[in-house]
């Protein structure tokens, strides 16, 4: 069965600091990834996926994530977080059964 | 092209009600998906629908709960005698028919179901 376990439920970074928001997933076959944000009272938002291509995905508003199938994992990075980045990410795994397993969330605050 | 919608919203019903969710996808998109968002949770999925078919409802709660998604219209999540427990958000997703890759799937905004 797969699962996806996010490490930290809230994290905190200052304006202008480095981003990193853990991502561990556990699947039997390879797997396709995902992070999805989602602004208070909206929906999901793509950020980026993985697809077995690139082991480096780049995505939108300046976040990649990097598939390590090693460690199992597929964390976010963002360079420089912006104010405009606190909301909450999701990590999440599918294989080809169409269906999406997503991670508990982790709330990213941006300290001024 | 507009995104994929619900409606409403919001939803506030009483015990015992019925709740009716409504989604239509985006255009050219015929794959329907509903999840549902319990506080401080994330995403759970509960039903995967094609035109006129339910091809995966492992998700969904075995009494009360149903969704259809009819030829013409909008894809139906309906929740029959509605209890506090039912309280959550419900997001729908959309894909295109052509799954030659992981097609993304898009998502609405959601509905906020409050049963008091």
């Known amino acids: 069965a797969q699962s996806v376990t996010q490490l930290g439920s809230h994290v905190s970074v200052s304006e202008g600091a480095l981003v990193l928001l853990r991502c561990n997933y556990s699947?039997?076959?390879?797997?396709?990834l995902f992070w999805y944000v989602q602004y208070p009272n909206q929906g999901l938002q793509l950020l980026l996926k993985?697809?077995?291509?690139?082991?480096l995905v780049k995505g939108i508003n300046g976040f990649e994530a990097e598939f390590k199938k090693s460690e199992t994992s597929f964390h976010l990075t963002k360079p420089s977080a912006h104010m405009s980045d606190a909301a909450e990410y999701f990590c999440?795994?599918?294989?080809?059964?169409?269906?999406?397993?997503f991670g508990k969330g982790t709330r990213l605050h941006i300290l001024p | 092209n507009a995104g994929v919608m619900q409606n409403p919203r919001h939803l506030v019903r009483r015990r015992g009600q019925e709740a009716r969710l409504r989604c239509s996808p985006m255009?050219?998109?015929?794959?329907v998906y509903w999840y549902r968002q319990l506080p401080e949770e994330g995403l759970k999925f509960m039903v995967y629908?094609?035109?006129?078919?339910?091809?995966?409802e492992s998700g969904m709660p075995k009494e009360r709960f149903s969704a259809e998604f009819p030829k013409e219209g909008p894809s139906i999540l309906r929740i029959q005698q509605v209890v506090r427990g039912d309280s959550a958000a419900y997001f729908c997703?959309?894909?295109?028919?052509?799954?030659?890759?992981?097609?993304?799937?898009?998502f609405g905004p959601g509905t906020r179901l409050l049963v008091l």
């Open positions: 993985y697809t077995s291509a690139a082991t």
């Open positions: 997703a959309s894909s295109p028919p052509m799954r030659l890759l992981q097609e993304t799937q898009y």
């Open positions: 999440a795994v599918s294989d080809r059964d169409d269906k999406i397993i």
């Open positions: 699947s039997s076959v390879p797997p396709y």
């Open positions: 629908l094609q035109k006129e078919n339910i091809i995966d």
């Open positions: 255009k050219g998109h015929s794959h």
